[in-house]
């Protein structure tokens, strides 16, 4: 939650105010947007990600299949990132990473955690995070 106040304290001031219905409104959204500017079309994900819009709680299963793959991509980031001074070097990877993140962040039992953790990994995903940031905020009623 922390991370989503150092990106945008206005933002993350506006989402702590906002009703649990709208808090999980923003991390499906959130989520969709994480899952399609990352290009993930894993079976596993995108089920998740279905589940997560549907209102249902993921089964213990689907959140250990995702934390593994959220493992995997991130150690292809750290691999290619280290042979690879590049700046390009692991993006896809990182991002799929933060997408895979955003879904196993809005799991949480807190709808504000849920949504100000899924929010920031969404962010992540892109490499403009002040857009989507200035996004939720249009939405918030900026």
Do not use: W
């Amino acid at each position: 939650m922390q991370r989503l106040f150092n990106l945008s304290a206005e933002f993350a001031d506006k989402l702590q105010h906002m009703s649990p219905a709208q808090q999980t409104y923003l991390k499906r959204i959130a989520c969709c947007y994480a899952i399609k500017t990352a290009g993930i079309d894993d079976q596993v994900v995108l089920q998740a990600l279905a589940e997560l819009n549907a209102g249902k709680t993921l089964s213990l299963t689907c959140k250990q299949e995702l934390q593994q793959k959220l493992e995997y991509y991130d150690e292809c980031y750290f691999n290619l990132s280290e042979t690879d001074s590049s700046e390009d070097a692991g993006k896809v990877e990182f991002h799929k990473a933060r997408a895979i993140s955003a879904l196993i962040e809005a799991t949480k039992a807190d709808s504000f955690d849920a949504a100000a953790d899924a929010i920031y990994e969404a962010s992540m995903t892109s490499d403009n995070q002040d857009e989507l940031i200035q996004q939720f905020l249009k939405g918030a009623g900026h």
